[in-house]
Protein backbone atom coordinates (compact mmCIF):
# COMPACT_ATOMS: atom_id res chain seq x y z
CA UNK A 1 0.00 0.00 0.00
CA UNK A 2 1.28 2.89 -1.01
CA UNK A 3 1.80 5.75 1.86
CA UNK A 4 0.93 9.40 2.63
CA UNK A 5 2.31 11.60 -0.03
CA UNK A 6 2.55 15.42 0.15
CA UNK A 7 3.57 17.95 -2.68
CA UNK A 8 5.54 20.16 -3.15
CA UNK A 9 8.25 18.51 -0.86
CA UNK A 10 9.70 21.98 -0.47
CA UNK A 11 8.60 25.30 -1.13
CA UNK A 12 10.45 28.92 -0.98
CA UNK A 13 7.87 31.88 -1.09
CA UNK A 14 7.93 35.66 0.03
CA UNK A 15 6.15 37.34 2.42
CA UNK A 16 2.72 38.24 1.93
CA UNK A 17 2.51 35.64 -0.73
CA UNK A 18 0.35 33.14 -0.55
CA UNK A 19 0.80 28.81 -0.71
CA UNK A 20 -1.59 25.97 -1.40
CA UNK A 21 0.02 22.36 -0.19
CA UNK A 22 -1.88 18.92 -1.31
CA UNK A 23 -1.85 15.98 0.62
CA UNK A 24 -3.18 12.29 -0.68
CA UNK A 25 -3.48 9.94 2.39
CA UNK A 26 -3.13 6.02 2.22
CA UNK A 27 -6.18 4.34 0.11
CA UNK A 28 -8.86 3.88 1.85
CA UNK A 29 -8.16 6.35 4.72
CA UNK A 30 -10.96 9.25 5.37
CA UNK A 31 -9.29 10.99 8.24
CA UNK A 32 -6.91 13.62 6.90
CA UNK A 33 -4.86 16.12 9.96
CA UNK A 34 -2.82 18.80 9.23
CA UNK A 35 0.67 19.91 11.44
CA UNK A 36 2.60 22.43 11.50
CA UNK A 37 5.77 21.33 12.87
CA UNK A 38 8.87 24.18 14.26
CA UNK A 39 11.63 23.75 16.74
CA UNK A 40 10.43 26.16 18.91
CA UNK A 41 6.66 24.83 19.28
CA UNK A 42 6.85 21.32 18.21
CA UNK A 43 4.20 19.34 16.42
CA UNK A 44 1.04 22.06 16.53
CA UNK A 45 -2.62 20.42 15.52
CA UNK A 46 -4.00 22.81 12.78
CA UNK A 47 -6.95 20.83 11.57
CA UNK A 48 -8.74 17.80 11.11
CA UNK A 49 -11.17 16.81 7.90
CA UNK A 50 -13.27 13.30 8.09
CA UNK A 51 -15.49 12.82 4.87
CA UNK A 52 -14.90 16.11 3.38
CA UNK A 53 -15.90 18.19 6.56
CA UNK A 54 -13.73 19.92 8.82
CA UNK A 55 -14.14 18.31 12.20
CA UNK A 56 -11.33 20.02 14.22
CA UNK A 57 -9.29 23.24 14.30
CA UNK A 58 -6.66 24.11 15.94
CA UNK A 59 -5.31 27.59 17.25
CA UNK A 60 -4.50 29.00 13.99
CA UNK A 61 -5.20 32.53 12.59
CA UNK A 62 -7.78 32.30 9.85
CA UNK A 63 -5.11 32.79 7.18
CA UNK A 64 -4.27 28.93 7.24
CA UNK A 65 -7.41 26.67 6.11
CA UNK A 66 -7.95 23.93 4.52
CA UNK A 67 -10.44 21.66 2.42
CA UNK A 68 -10.88 17.82 1.87
CA UNK A 69 -12.50 16.49 -1.48
CA UNK A 70 -14.52 13.22 -2.58
CA UNK A 71 -11.22 11.12 -2.62
CA UNK A 72 -9.82 12.03 0.56
CA UNK A 73 -7.29 14.61 -0.72
CA UNK A 74 -6.44 17.48 1.03
CA UNK A 75 -4.95 20.90 0.66
CA UNK A 76 -4.09 23.34 3.05
CA UNK A 77 -3.75 27.01 2.06
CA UNK A 78 -1.80 29.61 3.63
CA UNK A 79 -2.12 33.43 2.76
CA UNK A 80 -0.93 36.71 3.41
CA UNK A 81 2.85 34.88 4.91
CA UNK A 82 4.91 35.44 7.56
CA UNK A 83 8.55 34.75 8.40
CA UNK A 84 6.79 33.03 11.33
CA UNK A 85 5.17 30.34 8.95
CA UNK A 86 8.43 29.23 7.99
CA UNK A 87 7.96 25.01 9.05
CA UNK A 88 7.47 21.29 8.18
CA UNK A 89 3.70 21.30 7.26
CA UNK A 90 3.00 17.22 7.67
CA UNK A 91 -0.05 15.50 7.03
CA UNK A 92 -1.54 12.52 8.52
CA UNK A 93 -4.23 10.52 7.45
CA UNK A 94 -5.87 7.73 9.46
CA UNK A 95 -8.53 4.95 8.87
CA UNK A 96 -10.87 5.48 10.99
CA UNK A 97 -12.56 8.26 13.00
CA UNK A 98 -13.43 6.32 16.27
CA UNK A 99 -11.07 7.49 18.16
CA UNK A 100 -9.41 4.18 19.82
CA UNK A 101 -8.49 3.34 16.10
CA UNK A 102 -7.10 6.56 15.32
CA UNK A 103 -3.37 5.86 14.66
CA UNK A 104 -2.17 8.42 12.06
CA UNK A 105 0.20 7.45 8.91
CA UNK A 106 2.43 11.03 8.82
CA UNK A 107 3.66 11.90 5.05
CA UNK A 108 7.13 13.12 4.72
CA UNK A 109 5.89 16.34 5.04
CA UNK A 110 6.40 20.10 2.73
CA UNK A 111 9.59 22.10 4.00
CA UNK A 112 7.99 25.77 3.70
CA UNK A 113 10.89 29.13 3.99
CA UNK A 114 9.00 32.15 4.26
CA UNK A 115 11.96 34.83 2.99
CA UNK B 1 -6.01 24.53 27.57
CA UNK B 2 -4.75 20.88 27.59
CA UNK B 3 -1.35 20.40 28.08
CA UNK B 4 1.10 17.53 27.23
CA UNK B 5 4.96 17.87 28.77
CA UNK B 6 7.17 15.19 28.25
CA UNK B 7 10.29 14.88 30.21
CA UNK B 8 13.41 14.80 29.81
CA UNK B 9 13.44 17.27 26.89
CA UNK B 10 17.04 15.51 25.93
CA UNK B 11 18.79 12.34 26.90
CA UNK B 12 21.79 11.19 25.39
CA UNK B 13 23.05 7.50 26.23
CA UNK B 14 25.95 4.93 25.94
CA UNK B 15 25.16 2.14 23.48
CA UNK B 16 23.82 -0.18 25.81
CA UNK B 17 22.00 1.97 28.43
CA UNK B 18 18.45 2.30 29.47
CA UNK B 19 16.25 4.85 28.37
CA UNK B 20 12.79 6.12 29.79
CA UNK B 21 10.67 9.18 28.70
CA UNK B 22 7.29 10.30 30.32
CA UNK B 23 4.15 11.84 29.22
CA UNK B 24 2.24 14.13 31.71
CA UNK B 25 -1.48 15.58 30.54
CA UNK B 26 -3.35 17.81 32.43
CA UNK B 27 -6.34 15.90 31.59
CA UNK B 28 -7.49 12.58 31.59
CA UNK B 29 -6.60 10.84 27.99
CA UNK B 30 -9.31 8.73 26.41
CA UNK B 31 -5.90 6.83 24.49
CA UNK B 32 -2.11 7.76 24.17
CA UNK B 33 -0.63 6.64 21.13
CA UNK B 34 3.73 7.12 20.67
CA UNK B 35 5.75 8.11 17.39
CA UNK B 36 9.56 7.97 16.49
CA UNK B 37 10.87 11.11 14.33
CA UNK B 38 14.73 10.25 13.27
CA UNK B 39 16.58 12.86 12.34
CA UNK B 40 14.67 14.43 8.92
CA UNK B 41 12.30 12.17 8.51
CA UNK B 42 8.26 12.28 10.13
CA UNK B 43 6.65 10.88 12.96
CA UNK B 44 5.99 7.01 12.60
CA UNK B 45 3.38 5.55 14.90
CA UNK B 46 4.92 3.15 17.48
CA UNK B 47 1.84 2.26 19.45
CA UNK B 48 -1.76 3.05 20.97
CA UNK B 49 -2.43 2.42 24.60
CA UNK B 50 -6.07 2.00 26.21
CA UNK B 51 -6.89 0.49 29.10
CA UNK B 52 -5.62 2.24 32.66
CA UNK B 53 -2.67 0.63 33.72
CA UNK B 54 -1.88 -1.27 30.44
CA UNK B 55 1.50 -2.16 29.32
CA UNK B 56 2.85 -3.42 26.10
CA UNK B 57 5.98 -3.96 24.68
CA UNK B 58 7.30 -4.19 21.54
CA UNK B 59 10.62 -5.50 21.69
CA UNK B 60 13.11 -4.05 23.43
CA UNK B 61 10.36 -1.12 24.08
CA UNK B 62 7.96 -1.20 27.10
CA UNK B 63 5.04 1.49 26.93
CA UNK B 64 2.74 1.86 30.22
CA UNK B 65 -0.37 3.99 30.54
CA UNK B 66 -0.52 5.19 34.07
CA UNK B 67 -3.90 4.31 36.23
CA UNK B 68 -5.31 7.66 35.92
CA UNK B 69 -5.13 7.93 32.17
CA UNK B 70 -3.61 11.39 32.65
CA UNK B 71 0.48 9.92 32.18
CA UNK B 72 2.31 7.11 29.96
CA UNK B 73 6.12 6.32 29.90
CA UNK B 74 7.91 4.54 26.91
CA UNK B 75 10.94 2.72 28.24
CA UNK B 76 13.78 1.41 25.77
CA UNK B 77 16.18 -1.90 27.18
CA UNK B 78 19.35 -1.86 26.03
CA UNK B 79 19.18 1.03 23.37
CA UNK B 80 21.16 1.06 20.35
CA UNK B 81 22.16 3.27 17.33
CA UNK B 82 18.99 2.77 16.09
CA UNK B 83 16.98 4.05 18.50
CA UNK B 84 18.20 7.60 18.20
CA UNK B 85 15.70 9.68 17.20
CA UNK B 86 12.56 12.11 18.91
CA UNK B 87 9.77 10.71 20.57
CA UNK B 88 6.55 11.85 21.01
CA UNK B 89 3.16 10.82 23.16
CA UNK B 90 -0.10 12.13 21.47
CA UNK B 91 -2.98 12.37 23.01
CA UNK B 92 -6.81 13.59 21.99
CA UNK B 93 -8.13 16.63 23.44
CA UNK B 94 -11.35 15.37 25.34
CA UNK B 95 -14.26 14.41 23.02
CA UNK B 96 -12.89 15.28 19.68
CA UNK B 97 -10.59 14.57 17.03
CA UNK B 98 -7.62 16.81 17.44
CA UNK B 99 -4.67 15.01 18.91
CA UNK B 100 -2.13 17.15 21.38
CA UNK B 101 1.45 16.13 20.77
CA UNK B 102 3.84 15.79 23.63
CA UNK B 103 6.90 18.39 23.81
CA UNK B 104 9.23 15.23 23.03
CA UNK B 105 12.35 13.79 23.99
CA UNK B 106 15.13 13.67 21.98
CA UNK B 107 17.48 10.65 22.38
CA UNK B 108 21.12 10.57 21.69
CA UNK B 109 22.72 7.44 21.61
CA UNK B 110 26.51 7.14 21.82
CA UNK B 111 28.22 4.22 20.13
Known amino acids: KAGVTQTPRYLIKTRGQQVTLSCSPI?????VSWYQQTPGQGLQFLFE???????NKGNFPGRFSGRQFSNSRSEMNVSTLELGDSALYLC??????????????FGPGTRLTVT | GQQVMQIPQYQHVQEGEDFTTYCNSS?????IQWYKQRPGGHPVFLIQ?????EVKKQKRLTFQFGEAKKNSSLHITATQTTDVGTYFC???????????FGTGTRLKVLA
Open chain 1, 92 to 105: ASSRSGGPHTYEQY
Open chain 1, 27 to 31: SGHRS
Open chain 2, 27 to 31: TTLSN
Open chain 1, 49 to 55: YFSETQR
Open chain 2, 90 to 100: AGPRSGTYKYI
Open chain 2, 49 to 53: LVKSG
